[in-house]
């Protein structure tokens, strides 16, 4: 593809992202990222068939993106805390920012059985950052600063405490303003 159909499609994925954030994923149409994006349907099509696949590009940028900086950082030796901690405060703005979150589209998009093929489930996503995790854990307990632990577990209670925060916050934050309405 070209550098202007690129760069086109990185601003198609931008402009979702924020309507994904807004409405979630089963809210929002090809017509919303047209209008959005100020693309006729063939010059979006041209690019996209769906907003799945839209979606799941942008799935995909981010838990790819994090398993490459963690790497990167491991390869050149940066301390196991130091990557956490870095890790962590990224995931404290995600659930603070949460008019910035897609947690509910991911939700929506993830249980909907008509979608969660093999080659496009949560189980992939999972194990993309679990692989992740995994390496930054063990790299830590090689070089001293984490104590043996099972890294499989640690990472299920540091993603599962972490996305029930995501939606609980979220869910919270909704009712508080319907209330207000």
Same mark, same amino acid.
């Given at each position: 593809?070209?550098?202007?159909? %690129?760069?086109?499609?990185? %601003?198609?994925?931008?402009?979702?992202?924020?309507?994904?954030?807004?409405?979630?994923?089963?809210?929002?149409?090809?017509? %919303?990222?047209?209008?959005?994006?100020?693309? +006729?349907?063939?010059?979006?099509?041209?690019?996209?068939?769906?907003?799945?696949?839209?979606?799941?590009?942008?799935?995909?940028?981010? +838990?790819?993106?994090?398993?490459?900086?963690?790497?990167?950082?491991?390869?050149?030796?940066?301390?196991?805390?130091?990557?956490?901690?870095?890790?962590?405060?990224?995931?404290?703005?995600?659930?603070? %920012?949460?008019?910035?979150?897609?947690?509910?589209?991911?939700?929506?998009?993830?249980?909907?059985?008509?979608?969660?093929?093999?080659?496009? +489930?949560?189980?992939?996503?999972?194990?993309?950052?679990?692989?992740?995790?995994?390496?930054?854990?063990?790299?830590?307990?090689?070089?001293?600063?984490?104590?043996?632990?099972?890294?499989?577990?640690?990472?299920?209670?540091?993603?599962?405490?972490?996305?029930?925060?995501?939606?609980?916050?979220?869910?919270?934050?909704?009712?508080?303003?319907?209330?207000?309405?």
């Amino acid at each position: 593809m070209s550098l202007r159909g %690129d760069k086109t499609k990185q %601003d198609i994925r931008e402009k979702a992202y924020q309507l994904f954030a807004e409405k979630g994923f089963k809210n929002v149409t090809m017509k %919303d990222i047209c209008e959005l994006t100020g693309l +006729s349907r063939g010059g979006l099509y041209r690019h996209y068939e769906s907003t799945e696949q839209i979606f799941l590009e942008i799935v995909n940028a981010f +838990s790819n993106k994090q398993k490459s900086v963690v790497f990167t950082k491991i390869g050149q030796r940066i301390p196991a805390t130091t990557i956490l901690e870095e890790l962590l405060s990224r995931y404290a703005n995600e659930m603070i %920012d949460y008019e910035n979150s897609i947690s509910l589209a991911i939700y929506e998009f993830y249980s909907n059985p008509a979608i969660s093929k093999e080659e496009n +489930s949560v189980k992939k996503q999972y194990e993309i950052s679990k692989s992740t995790w995994i390496e930054l854990i063990n790299y830590g307990i090689g070089t001293k600063e984490f104590n043996s632990v099972n890294p499989e577990s640690i990472f299920n209670v540091i993603i599962f405490a972490y996305q029930g925060v995501r939606m609980y916050n979220f869910i919270y934050l909704l009712r508080k303003k319907m209330q207000r309405q």
